[in-house]
């Protein structure tokens, strides 16, 4: 009974948090509404996906550095970003997670991202990796586990929008995330995805 309570109070979170970038709280500094989407590539061969809003109200902040060169101008960013998705693994049929995510981003004047992340979140792990027949869906949806499922790493990427093509970034981030943190902490993973500002 705690796990789904804690389950429905962070959806409801993540809810309230989507809700207000739409009302112009938790837009970015240069006026958008960023939204991300991620193919999530858990223990790299499984497959999944992950997406949430971001916000930058904690720390934004452009440098302008001369140099021979001419002006270079890097936006350095601390994201806030609350997320929900799935992800499959041998140990389960899928599972749903929810977490919240604090990114440190740095876009350099050639358009090139570096970012390092961390965050904690929660899982729900449905089933035991056996096949399954649709009358057997209700009973595995009801046969659920929840876990501690934090995740950290790096990522690069490239951004469209300090080129002004589009509104859009592209990252591919390497990362260690783990359902299962009593067996092993590290449980390599990677995603790549896009960051839309709407």
Same mark, same amino acid.
């Given at each position: 009974? +705690?796990?789904?309570?804690?389950?429905?109070?962070?959806?409801?979170?993540?809810?309230?948090?989507?809700?207000?970038?739409?009302?112009?709280?938790?837009?970015?500094?240069?006026?958008?509404? #960023?939204?991300?989407? &991620?193919?999530?590539?858990? =223990?790299?061969?499984? #497959?999944?996906?992950?997406?949430? #809003?971001?916000?930058?109200?904690?720390?934004?902040?452009? @440098?302008?550095?001369?140099?021979?060169?001419?002006?270079? &101008? +890097?936006?350095? %960013?601390?994201?806030?970003?609350?997320?929900?998705?799935?992800?499959?693994?041998?140990?389960?049929?899928?599972?749903?997670?929810?977490? !919240? =995510?604090?990114?440190?981003?740095?876009?350099?004047?050639?358009?090139? +991202?570096? =970012?390092?992340?961390?965050?904690?979140?929660?899982?729900?792990?449905?089933?035991?990796?056996?096949?399954?027949?649709?009358?057997? !869906?209700? =009973?595995?949806?009801?046969?659920?586990?929840?876990?501690?499922?934090?995740?950290?790493?790096?990522?690069?990427? &490239?951004? !469209?929008?300090?080129? @002004? +093509?589009?509104?859009?970034?592209?990252?591919?981030?390497?990362?260690?995330?783990?359902?299962?943190?009593? %067996?092993?902490?590290?449980? #390599?993973?990677? %995603?790549?995805?896009?960051?839309?500002?709407?």
């Amino acid at each position: 009974m +705690i796990r789904h309570t804690l389950i429905v109070i962070l959806s409801l979170f993540v809810f309230q948090l989507a809700s207000a970038q739409s009302s112009g709280f938790g837009k970015d500094y240069k006026g958008g509404k #960023p939204f991300r989407i &991620y193919y999530f590539a858990y =223990e790299f061969i499984h #497959p999944g996906v992950m997406m949430g #809003p971001e916000y930058d109200f904690i720390y934004a902040k452009t @440098d302008k550095i001369s140099c021979e060169t001419g002006v270079k &101008y +890097i936006d350095k %960013q601390v994201l806030f970003a609350p997320q929900f998705g799935f992800v499959t693994d041998t140990l389960s049929n899928f599972s749903i997670f929810v977490n !919240l =995510e604090v990114d440190y981003r740095v876009i350099y004047d050639n358009a090139f +991202i570096f =970012e390092m992340f961390l965050s904690p979140g929660y899982a729900l792990k449905f089933g035991d990796g056996s096949k399954i027949n649709d009358s057997e !869906l209700d =009973e595995l949806l009801t046969d659920n586990r929840s876990r501690f499922m934090p995740q950290v790493g790096i990522g690069a990427g &490239y951004s !469209l929008h300090k080129k @002004d +093509i589009t509104n859009m970034l592209i990252s591919l981030r390497v990362l260690s995330a783990s359902t299962e943190i009593r %067996q092993s902490f590290f449980k #390599p993973a990677f %995603q790549l995805g896009i960051s839309y500002n709407l």
